[in-house]
């Protein structure tokens, strides 16, 4: 079954529901190598976290260490055009964390790799999900980051797309339940009324996370979406 699944998650680009026909259909398959490693939601480390997904992902590519992924985690998200204020916030947040929590992200600029680094920098492990062939980086500005998430101990890529598939808008909502389904806890630093940091929040309500947001003034334009979740009634964020 894996090597079926692996061949439909390639010839479909992880498109859930063309894979879930050619399952019912049994549609012939080819045995074929993948140049990464990966895991399938028919094998026992396949997290319980994403099966929990209305539309949890075949197949996994990774690279680094895939121990971790079944380890307590927390996810964070925020903007990529990050402000001084968040981005120190993100990283206090961490530092206060226990060290054995993975943090969990979306190798974006701004807070996602703010939240990558500082849990490397303070020897904390942590997942990056991607929204594009597991080969391929994106933002390439990150190329440092990824290199190294993937080669550190306390390190682990993952992608539902295999080798250099270029990202496309549509991909990142699928990145982002992924993310939201990871972490037991999901953690807003910063987001407007109309982000895909919005969209994650939704998929993890959906999956009865708890929310935690990093409150802004009340004319700060930067974090109306995070007052607006606040107002909803998600957990504040407070200094330790």
Same mark, same amino acid.
């Given at each position: 079954m894996k090597r079926r699944l692996l061949y439909y998650t390639i010839k479909y680009k992880a498109d859930y529901t063309k894979i879930s026909k050619a399952i019912m259909n049994n549609e012939p398959f080819k045995n &074929?190598? !993948? @140049?990464?490693q990966y895991i399938t939601i028919c094998d026992a480390d396949y997290p319980d976290r994403l099966r929990e997904l209305v539309k949890p992902p075949y197949v996994l590519f990774y690279k680094g260490n895939i121990e971790i992924?079944?380890?307590?985690?927390? !996810? &964070?998200?925020?903007? +990529?055009d990050a402000i001084d204020y968040a981005i120190e916030k993100t990283? !206090?947040?961490?530092?206060?964390?226990?060290?054995?929590i993975v943090i969990v992200s979306g190798l974006a600029k701004g807070i996602?790799? @703010?939240?990558? *680094? @500082?849990?490397? *920098? !303070?020897n904390r492990k942590t997942i990056a999900v991607l929204g594009c062939g597991i080969d391929y980086i994106y933002p390439y500005s990150n190329r440092d980051l990824y290199h190294t998430i993937c080669t550190s101990f306390n390190g682990l890529v993952i992608s539902e797309f295999y080798?250099?598939?270029?990202?496309?808008?549509?991909?990142?909502?699928?990145r982002n339940r992924i993310i939201a389904a990871l972490g037991e806890k999901l953690y807003v630093m910063q987001a407007s009324l109309r982000s895909g940091t919005l969209h994650t929040v939704n998929e993890?309500?959906?999956l009865n996370r708890e929310i935690y947001v990093l409150?802004? +003034?009340?004319?700060?334009?930067?974090?109306?979406?995070?007052?607006?979740l606040i107002q909803q009634g998600a957990n504040i964020i407070f200094d330790n």
């Open positions: &074929i190598e !993948s @140049t990464c992924l079944n380890d307590a985690a927390v !996810s &964070i998200v925020g903007s +990529r990283k !206090s947040c961490i530092m206060n964390m226990n060290d054995d996602d790799a @703010t939240a990558h *680094q @500082t849990a490397l *920098q !303070s080798g250099d598939l270029k990202p496309k808008p549509y991909y990142f909502p699928y993890a309500l959906e409150p802004y +003034r009340t004319n700060d334009e930067f974090g109306i979406g995070c007052n607006y």
